[in-house]
T-cell receptor, first 114, second 110 residues
């Protein structure tokens, strides 16, 4: 089991562009959440998906959207990129039933906006 | 609003010395608190949960509701404990949001 996998690992975009980040959860997990981690900060919750629906959302604008597919994988889309969107984007997966607080994180996608 | 504060960005101790990483939170209800750790070149991973009252790798953390704190402690630090440590809080049912602090880098010197 490769655990949580994310792609791409690094990418560079310019202001105004759009980006899509991808995440495959750990085998057996059905819930995926996304976090933004700016330099020197802790992860900030963006949103969480379960059964292909957004279940919880953090304090992020509508430019941030997501999707979950029937195989539980997920995408994070960011439109109209701003310089401030430069960050490490982490995906975390878990199983909904019997959740004990352990999130499994991917290695992240590092986005640079120029 | 929920908030987690880790006042120290960097904590340096010598091997064998006690270590305490501070975490304070703000939440009016009953929180669930965790410590997550990121070792060099590894992923962020769970270290321990307050509800389990467990000791992991010699670390313990006690929830103090009066002081709204959840400090992480270890009596004798080891070099392999050097890592980034994040305190985290969850609220609200099964679809938990996690709130993370800004992290403390622990550097254990030989």
């Amino acid at each position: 089991d490769a655990g949580v996998t994310q792609s791409p690992t690094h990418l560079i975009k310019t202001r105004g562009q759009q980006v899509t980040l991808r995440c495959s959860p750990k085998s057996g997990h059905d819930t995926v959440s996304w976090y933004q981690q700016a330099l020197g900060q802790g992860p900030q919750f963006i949103f969480q998906y379960y059964e292909e629906e957004e279940r919880q959302r953090g304090n992020f604008p509508d430019r941030f959207s997501g999707h979950q597919f029937p195989n539980y994988s997920s995408e994070l889309n960011v439109n109209a990129l701003l310089l401030g969107d430069s960050a490490l984007y982490l995906c975390a997966s878990r199983r909904r039933e019997g959740f004990n607080g352990e999130l499994f994180f991917g290695e992240g996608s590092r986005l640079t906006v120029l | 609003a929920q908030r987690v504060t880790q006042p120290e960005k960097l904590l340096s101790v010598f091997k064998g010395a006690p270590v305490e990483l501070k975490c304070n939170y703000s939440y009016s209800g009953s929180p669930e608190l965790f410590w997550y750790v990121q070792y060099s070149r590894q992923r962020l991973q769970l270290l321990l949960r307050h509800i389990s009252r467990e000791s992991i790798k010699g670390f313990t953390a006690d929830l103090n509701k009066g002081e709204t704190s959840f400090h992480l402690k270890k009596p004798f630090a080891q070099e392999e404990d050097s890592a980034m440590y994040y305190c985290a809080l969850t609220v609200g049912g099964n679809f938990n949001k996690f709130y993370f602090g800004s992290g403390t880098k622990l550097n254990v010197k030989p």
